[in-house]
């Protein structure tokens, strides 16, 4: 199976700063990835999807950005940071060509102040 | 897209209690995944069940896809149950899951 690492685990924030959330992935090669976001007591929002390097594809228009500089990372950005960007980021991971078992991250945890 | 409805929102079990949780979809589905989110927010895998039954220690789970439903079993409830489940389905002809909106279970000592 696979194991995700996100770092950091928690992170506050002020209001227009920038933001780098870090996945890596490990047990697998060329997987394809994720970004989630879940506010306090709500589901899960996907963001960002990536079947390779390079390959961003964005769920929903918003302040934030992805990028997949190598096979196993993925990165989530901000320029500036909102209010409303406050939340549990979770990153996850399924092996190319299936079964499309979705494995997660520990999380982060972003306040923005 | 897909529609995943979970039920009930809430349960609150007494330790050594037995419950069922339930997962309807609105389509049929290749696969279905029962996750736990426990108390620091970690997202478990529980079981990757397209059909039929698995069973992992006290839980246990069943998919019956013709009728677009899932069955996941608590036994012998502890307060390490505790948590939020979901079930997931992947969206029509891609590998992006589409989640219910979660149970939450509050095991009580």
């Known amino acids: 199976s696979q194991t995700i690492h996100q770092w950091p685990a928690t992170l506050v924030q002020p209001v227009g700063s920038p933001l780098s959330l870090e996945c890596t992935v490990e047990g697998t090669s060329n997987p394809n990835l994720y970004w989630y976001r879940q506010a306090a007591g709500r589901g899960l929002q996907l963001l960002f999807y990536?079947?390779?390097?390079?390959?961003i594809s964005s769920e929903v228009p918003q302040n934030l950005s992805a990028s997949r500089p190598q096979d196993r990372q993925f990165i989530l950005s901000s320029k500036k940071l909102l209010l409303s960007d406050s939340g549990f980021y979770l990153c996850a991971s399924t092996t190319p060509g299936g079964p499309y078992e979705q494995y997660f991250g520990p999380g982060t945890r972003l306040t923005v102040t | 897209g897909i529609q995943v409805e979970q039920s009930p929102p809430d349960l609150i079990l007494q330790e050594g209690a037995n419950s069922t949780l339930r997962c309807n979809f609105s389509?049929?589905?290749?696969?279905l995944q029962w996750f736990h989110q426990n108390p620091w927010g970690q997202l478990i895998n529980l079981f990757y069940i397209p059909s039929g039954t698995k069973q992992n220690g006290r839980l246990s789970a069943t998919t019956v896809a013709t009728e677009r439903y899932s069955l996941l079993y608590i036994s012998s409830s502890q307060t390490t149950d505790s948590g939020v489940y979901f079930c997931?389905?992947?969206?029509?002809?891609?590998?992006?899951?589409?989640f219910g909106a979660g149970t939450t279970v509050t095991v009580r000592a």
């Open positions: 990536s079947v390779g390097i390079g390959q």
């Open positions: 997931a389905v992947p969206r029509s002809n891609d590998y992006k899951l589409s």
């Open positions: 389509d049929s589905v290749n696969n």
